[in-house]
Structure formats: structure tokens, C-alpha cells
């Protein structure tokens, strides 16, 4: 948990909304796996609550809560999302709400109503009628054992039409014991001088902190956020890398690292290990990073210009806000290519593989990931094929088998409509040859089955292990048909995920490389 700042007088908790809101950003979609792992990772990272969706809107989301109610959490609280009854419908009678007590977390948060806008002439029921849902939602959920978070909508734009009102509306949910009344910016474009008085006045009159949600759409989402914090403010809501409706969130790899470096407040959180969160959560999303993102993006300590760089080599901080390496990003000077050594060694640490700083192993594995990485390998969300490229390097035997050969074909046939796919592997393993093939929905699926049958005879133990997931990304859009991609696998044995990598100009190819990584890995592992 969060300790008290030395200069400031209240804790601030970051609650992540990644999997909820941030999917309601156009193009982000996380499969239930692909939830579990941001969450885990999210988890690992040390936020303090982890909102996993809304349980009443769609089969992922549900599974995610059946999905996390089974597993220990080390630092979050799993907090599922939903609305206030609504309107004229009795509280315990409401689908919604019902859903929201059967995702079982300990912590549930809803969205009410404070803008008479919208209670009028969108849910066309009367203010006192709003007042009603939310006290009883409140009060019904509070009554069920969960800490009750309230996301207070529009906050700051109802308050400047009606502030009498919008105060009645979070002082019901107070009163009907929420545990923390949360001002939402829910549409963006308030500025910072504003979101700063108002959450001023809010603390005066419920006489305690409230958390903030901000949106983006002004560009100041992590701004408003800060001067709700500075008003006293105690939870910041926002998402990784921004995602979330329109425009975006708060984004949390920016406010985090602004309110532990910057103000001195004590989050708790390793940010050596922010850059590392942020790419791994564009990897899951398949989404491109964006160079340009504070603290962690390729270009935030890249320096270009002679001065900048002349400076630089002298004393960093000449150019530098804070040392990159305090969030795991690092300094590249684009003249004289030198980066990387402190991240090798962080994630090498964290497969416990210790390496000293400047060894012949460490210049020799990081050249291998610069080459790797220039051909457009990303090992954020594949960290088996890491963990095998860093044991190769150190010379450990990781090979289980050597391919001979492998074919795929793939017949359509127009007059029944049929496809056929089939796939032949053969290999050398144990001292044999081993020549199989198998038919599979698409050419990766007849190759997986295929290599798995040459595999099982030798290695039973594989027959655990499950293709979960399977995602392409051109990386080289420019070239067209000849564009490189990179297909991410992610592999379980049903207690344990991993991922694993391949890039090349043919998808096959590369997702031939991230089979086998997958299955060299999971074999390597084995007691
Ligand atoms: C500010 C935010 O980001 S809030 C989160 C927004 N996120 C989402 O909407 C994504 C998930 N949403 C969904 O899956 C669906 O919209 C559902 C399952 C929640 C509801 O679906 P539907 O029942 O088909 O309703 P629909 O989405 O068309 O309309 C919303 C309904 O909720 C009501 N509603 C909206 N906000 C609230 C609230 N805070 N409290 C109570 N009722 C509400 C609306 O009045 C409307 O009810 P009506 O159909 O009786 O007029
Ligand atoms: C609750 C929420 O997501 C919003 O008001 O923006």
C-alpha cells in the first residue's frame, strides 16, 4: 500500500481501469486470457485496485470474474464495474446489479448519475428519483460486504450548471456509505484550474478525499488528474498507456511516475519496471507503441541534436527530466547507438539468471537483441523466447529437436466449398527421424498438431501444453504483401501462461519460429 508523502497529507492509490474503460477505446480488445495476464501483470506491478470489466455486459467480461475469483492476488483489489439500479426498479430486483454481487471481488464500483441533464432528458426520471438509485445501490451493495467505489459521471461539467445538485448526488452516495466517492471528467475538456477548485470544494463538503477519473479529450487528462491530486485528492483512476473512450484516458504510465518522482508521493511502485508494463500491455492490445510517450516511449531519451547531445554526454541532466533509467527506459543517442545493457540484466534477474554489468555474456546477449530487435522482434509479452535467446547465449542446452523439414498446403475447393489444410513435419530428435502430418483448421494449427505429433513420443510431458492465443502484426507496412510480421503465441500447461515470438517475411515461418520457442521453452522448464 501507499504510504503517507512527506509533503503531502493524504495516500494516493492508483486504480487501473485498463480492462474496463480502456477496452471502450476504439480498436482495443482483450481476449479473457489476454485480461488475465494484463491483470496479473498489473498486479505484479503493484497497483491498488484493477478494475476487470463489467460483469453484466458481455460473456468475456464474466469469464474474466469467474476467471479471478480462483487466483490469488498479491497487491490489487479485483473490482468489477456496473450502474446504479435503474429507475423505478427495485434494487434487489435489477439484473445488473445482481451481476455485479455474483463477479464475488471484493470491491465493486458503479457509475451514477450527477448532471440533471442527463437525468431528465436521458433517463427521463426525476432528480430525487436519481438520488434514490444511487443511495440504494449504495446502501444494497454495501449491505453485501463489498467496498463501494462511486464513479460520480459528469461531475464537473453538471457542477458548473448546477452545483447544489451535483453535491446532493455524491453526498447520497456518502451518506449510504460508499467507501470513496470518485469525480468523474467524463467528457474531457475541462482544464486544470477548474477540476482543482471543484475537487476543493467537493473534499470541504463531504469533509473527506475523493478519488478522480479523467478523460483526455482537452489533452490534459493526466493534468486534471495532478490538480485534483494537488486539491487532495486520494485515488487516481486512469489506463495504461491511455487507452479508454474517444480520445482516451488519464494515462497511468504518465500521472505514476508524475506523482512518485515528481511529487513526492510514495506509490509503492517499482518504476523500474513502467516501460516494461506499457509494452507489454500495446503487445497484448496489439497496438503500435507510440515513440513519442513520456517517460517510456523509444523517443523520451532519444537526443538527436548536436547541442542536445553534446550537453548530454557531459552531464545528462542538461537535457534529461529525470534519469531514464528510473523507469526502465534508457538514454539512446542516435549518433553513437548505445543503449540497452540495464535492461538485459533486469529481465535476466527476473528469470533468475544473474549477469554482471559490462561481462563478455551481457555485450554478446544484448548485441543479439539489438540485431533481433532491428529485425523487429519484441520481447515484452515473449518473455520464454527471452528467457531461451538468454540461455542459448550462455551456452545452456535448450534444443530439444533440429528440423529436417516442414510443408504446408492449403486446397479450396469451389464446387463443395471445402478447405482442406494439412501440414507435414519431420525432425530429428533422440537419435530419430520422425516424419508426421495432421490436418488443422489453418496451416499454424496443422503445424502445431503436426510438430506435436513428432514431439509426443519422445516428450509426453507435452501433451499439457495449449496454443491460447495467436496474434500477427505487420511490421513493415510499407513493403505490402513482402511486409514482415511478428506472431506472439501464448502457450498454458493450465497453471502457468508464457509467450513466445516470431518475426519473419513469410507468417508461417514466423509462426513456425514461435511454436517451437513455445514448446522448447515449456520442455526446458520441466523438472
Ligand atoms: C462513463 C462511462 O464510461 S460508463 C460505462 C459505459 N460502458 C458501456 O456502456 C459498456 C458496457 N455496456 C453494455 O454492455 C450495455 O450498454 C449494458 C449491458 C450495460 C446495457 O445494455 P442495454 O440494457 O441494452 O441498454 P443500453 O446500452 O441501450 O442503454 C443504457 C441503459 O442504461 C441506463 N443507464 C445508463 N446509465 C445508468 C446508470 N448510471 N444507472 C442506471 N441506469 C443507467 C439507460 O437509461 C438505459 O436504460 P433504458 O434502456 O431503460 O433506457
Ligand atoms: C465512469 C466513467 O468511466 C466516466 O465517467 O468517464
Known sequence: MTSLSPSMSVPVT???TTLRDGTQGTGISFSTLDKIRVAEKLDDFGVHYIEGGWPGSNPKDAAFFQEAAKRTWKNAKITAFGMTRRGKVKVEDDAQVQMLLDAQTPAVTIVGKTWPLHVTEVFQVSL?????????????????????????EHFFDSFR????????????AKDAGADLVVLCETNGGALPEWVEEVTRKVIAH???????????????????????????????????????????NCNLITVMPNLQLKMGFDLGLDLTRLRDLAFFVDELANVPHDIRAPYVGLAAFTHKGGLHVHAVQK???????????????????????????????????????????????VQKILATVKHMESEGFEFEAAEASFELLIRKQL??????????????????????????????VKIHVNGNDEYTVDEGDGPVNALDKALRKALLPHFPAIAQVRLEDYKVRIIDSGSGTAAKTRVLVV????????????????????????????????????P
Open 14 to 16: 492508483i486504480y487501473d
Open 128 to 152: 430525487e428519483e436519481n438520488l434514490a438509485m444511487i443511495a440504494d445501490t449504495v446502501a444494497y451493495l454495501k449491505k453485501h460486504g463489498r467496498e463501494v467505489l462511486y464513479d460520480a
Open 161 to 172: 450548471e448546477d452545483p447544489e445538485y451535483s453535491l446532493k448526488t455524491v453526498k447520497a
Open 206 to 248: 463531504l469533509g473527506g478525499p475523493v478519488g478522480i477519473h479523467t478523460h483526455n479529450d482537452g489533452g490534459v487528462g493526466v493534468a486534471n488528474a495532478l490538480a485534483a491530486v494537488r486539491a487532495g485528492a486520494n485515488q487516481v483512476q486512469g489506463t495504461i498507456n491511455g487507452y479508454g473512450e474517444r480520445v482516451g
Open 315 to 361: 552531464l545528462a541532466r542538461t537535457y534529461e527530466h529525470v534519469d531514464p533509467s528510473l523507469v526502465g527506459n534508457e538514454r539512446v543517442i542516435t549518433i553513437s547507438d548505445m543503449s540497452g545493457q540495464s535492461n538485459v540484466l533486469m529481465k535476466a534477474e527476473a528469470m533468475g539468471v544473474a549477469l554482471t554489468k559490462g561481462s563478455p555474456e
Open 395 to 424: 551456452g545452456q542446452q535448450t534444443r530439444c529437436f533440429d528440423l529436417i523439414e516442414y510443408h504446408t498446403t492449403h486446397r479450396y475447393h469451389s464446387g463443395s466449398s471445402t478447405e482442406t489444410t494439412e501440414a507435414t
Open 491 to 526: 502457450s498454458s500447461d493450465g497453471t502457468r501462461t508464457w509467450g513466445t515470438v516470431g518475426v519473419s517475411t513469410n507468417v508461417i515461418d514466423a509462426s513456425w519460429q514461435a511454436l517451437v520457442d513455445s514448446l522448447e521453452h515449456y520442455l526446458f522448464k520441466q
